[in-house]
């Protein structure tokens, strides 16, 4: 017999589950297109390949990745129109504006996801990435669009 204790183990935190990790993931591959200009199945197919975590709904990250390439010039028009005066699609931080398409083009195809949910799980991922008022804007920004877009989830 030894003396060494059984360590149990503590409390855990769990990570972001498969939904949140596609969102994350199309994020990164939305700010990747805002430089290389590749089409949405190659960025499917290069993420898939080389950068998404196991866990990863890949699924709904080609959905939301497909969705958001294909209407990159609606997506940027309602950003740009519901910006505050004074501010250009151009200012916006890249990785904040790729949060911003994919959560808008969620919002305009996922209808099975409240409006909430989404507006919630972008905010997180914008957490994920900045520490400042950025995920302040990714709120109120999304939360304009929703009830434009899906004004009797408000009603």
Not at 23 to 51: G, H, M, P, S
Not at 79 to 100: C, Y
Not at 133 to 142: A, D, I, Q, S
Request: glycine share 6%.
């Amino acid at each position: 017999m030894t003396d060494k204790k059984i360590k149990t183990p503590g409390p855990k935190t769990p990570g972001p589950t498969p939904r949140q990790l596609a969102r994350i993931a199309a994020a990164q591959a939305l700010f990747q297109q805002d430089f290389n200009k590749v089409t949405a199945a190659r960025l499917i197919l290069d993420f898939r390949e080389n950068y998404l975590e196991p866990l990863t709904e890949e699924i709904l990250f080609a959905q939301l990745v497909d969705a958001a390439v294909e209407r990159l010039p609606e997506l940027d028009a309602i950003i740009s129109a519901n910006l505050s005066e004074g501010w250009s699609i151009e200012r916006i931080d890249p990785v904040l504006r790729a949060i911003l398409r994919v959560g808008i083009a969620e919002l305009m195809v996922m209808v099975d996801v409240p409006a909430r949910v989404v507006i919630t799980e972008y905010v997180d991922v914008a957490h994920a990435f900045f520490g400042g008022k950025e995920p302040g804007m990714v709120n109120g920004l999304l939360d304009k669009v929703a009830r434009t877009i899906r004004d009797a989830e408000f009603s």
